[in-house]
């Protein structure tokens, strides 16, 4: 168990809706990443987060928005879905020492989009 | 731009034996840092080892080492005593540092540990 949690671990949705995926990051993590991994492909970086402020920018559709509250856990938005969207989505996290570069993932939300 | 190259697709390795991943990277950054993550069918990211680029000394997690490589840019996991829990894909990461943000990954190797 990687500490980080994500919610819901899988769903199904049509084409055009609009969900929003979850992640709590590690006990004392100030980091978070999303990525995305689309069937027998790798892991595409999506977006950042530090503290609160967006801290880097991916591959991220600008259908798709993310962001972190005040106690650290992020939401990954997406919208106006399309059949390509369907994918498995991580959250990752980082940042409580000693190893503050390693990333922690999260067990995954299978999105699936009809 | 930094890009990770897996030229294995697929690897299989008999209970026991040993095996090598390949990775290879392109980067103009000096400092930065090297992981080796496996997904088992769970699809679970898990982290296998990492690897400072300014340290010299390969690093080692139990049955698992790397052979750094850092003129040829090259960062090859091997596996010792392989296990049938280790099947799984395999995926090598960079990340830039002090930037410490996102991972570049590789297009993964797929191995399977056979009985």
């Known amino acids: 168990d990687s500490g980080v949690t994500q919610t819901p671990k899988h769903l199904i949705t049509a084409t055009g809706q609009r969900v929003t995926l979850r992640c709590s990051p590690r006990?004392?993590?100030?980091?978070v990443y999303w990525y995305q991994q689309s069937l027998d492909q790798g892991l595409q970086f999506l977006i950042q987060?530090?503290?609160?402020?967006?801290?880097a920018k991916g591959n991220i559709l600008e259908r798709f928005s993310a962001q972190q509250f005040p106690d650290l856990h992020s939401e990954l938005n997406l919208s106006s879905l399309e059949l390509g969207d369907s994918a498995l989505y991580f959250c990752?996290?980082?940042?409580?020492?000693?190893?503050?570069?390693?990333?922690?993932f999260g067990p995954g939300t299978r999105l699936t989009v009809l | 731009a930094q890009t990770v190259t897996q030229s294995q697709p697929e690897m299989s390795v008999q209970e026991a034996e040993t095996v090598t991943l390949s990775c290879t990277y392109d980067?103009?950054?000096?400092?930065?840092?090297l992981f080796w993550y496996k997904q088992p069918p769970s699809r679970q990211m898990i982290l296998v080892i990492r690897?400072?680029?300014?340290?010299?000394q390969n690093a080692t997690e139990n049955r698992f080492s790397v052979n750094f490589q850092k003129a040829a840019k090259s960062f090859s996991l091997k596996i010792s005593d392989s296990q049938l829990g280790d099947t799984a894909m395999y995926f090598c990461?960079?990340?830039?540092?002090?930037?410490?943000?996102?991972?570049?990954f590789g297009t993964g190797t797929s191995l399977t540990v056979i009985p």
């Open positions: 006990s004392g993590d100030l980091s």
């Open positions: 990752a996290s980082s940042g409580r020492a000693p190893s503050t570069d390693t990333q922690y």
């Open positions: 987060y530090y503290n609160g402020e967006e801290r």
């Open positions: 690897q400072e680029a300014y340290k010299q």
């Open positions: 980067t103009s950054e000096n400092n930065y840092y």
């Open positions: 990461a960079f990340m830039k540092q002090p930037t410490r943000n996102q991972f570049y």
